[in-house]
């Protein structure tokens, strides 16, 4: 549940300076998952709260599943960064920003995780989020961000019904070729630039193959391929940068 300000009835308030209104747009239409990269939840939550910092988010979830909330739902958060999805440049507006307490070397633990779900699903039912519209940190950063990294179960969300993953793809008769790569990444939502196609490999793989190394294979084709075709980015890019 949340009250008239964006506030989940869950979570610990712990408000931060570090917010503005959305621009362009009444309400959040995704959410992004970052992990902290930082050695405590409290020292990521306060971070997050410092106005020196500029930067925030609207949750913080802890090693033990402890949530705080540091801005309303309703409001702006600053945890994107330049980035973009899809045609959206100004992903904050457009967003709920989650960051869960992690290093991004070790897994993420059982409580965190199931409070994440639970988080994930009562946000989804506030704003008709729909399930394509959870994505990742590295997902919109090509090349600057990695979070939450290959160590975060991007597939365990997916059999909840909170995230997707490609169906049924297999590498028999995939189309291997950059160009078909290429296309397939901007039809998901992927920023694809002259130059970054490694990073644009690396930021696929991080979420759905993250065991993979080395040059492109079938496998990378043909499970982005997919993906363009199951779930085509949709956004509109009415908020301004």
């Known amino acids: 549940m949340r009250d008239v300000l964006g506030r989940d009835a869950s979570a610990i308030w712990h408000p931060s300076e570090n917010f503005g209104d959305r621009r362009g747009v009444d309400q959040p239409d995704m959410v992004v998952l970052h992990y902290t990269a930082m050695a405590s939840a409290v020292g990521a939550r306060d971070w997050l709260c410092n106005p020196q910092s500029q930067v925030s988010a609207h949750y913080v979830i802890s090693e033990g599943g ?88 991007w597939l365990r969300l997916a059999r909840q019904g909170l995230a997707i993953w490609p169906k049924n793809a297999s590498a028999s008769g995939a189309d291997t070729s950059w160009e078909q790569f290429a296309k397939d990444a901007q039809t998901f939502g992927y920023r694809w630039c002259e130059g970054q196609e490694d990073a644009v490999l690396n930021a696929v793989r991080m979420r759905f193959s993250p065991w993979l190394t080395g040059s492109l294979q079938d496998l990378d084709v043909s499970r982005l391929n997919d993906l363009a075709r199951h779930w085509p980015d949709d956004s509109n890019d009415t908020a301004t940068s």
Do not use: Y
């Open 66 to 153: 402890e949530l705080w909330q540091l801005v309303n739902e309703t409001d702006r958060a600053w945890h994107a960064g330049a980035g973009a999805w899809g045609a959206c440049t100004d992903v904050n507006s457009r967003s709920i920003g989650v960051e869960i307490s992690n290093t991004g070397t070790q897994p993420f633990s059982e409580p965190q995780m199931q409070c994440l779900e639970a988080l994930l699903g009562r946000i989804m039912r506030r704003w008709s989020i729909p399930v394509h519209r959870i994505i990742g940190h590295s997902d919109l950063a090509i090349g600057r961000k990695i979070d939450p990294g290959r160590r975060f179960d």
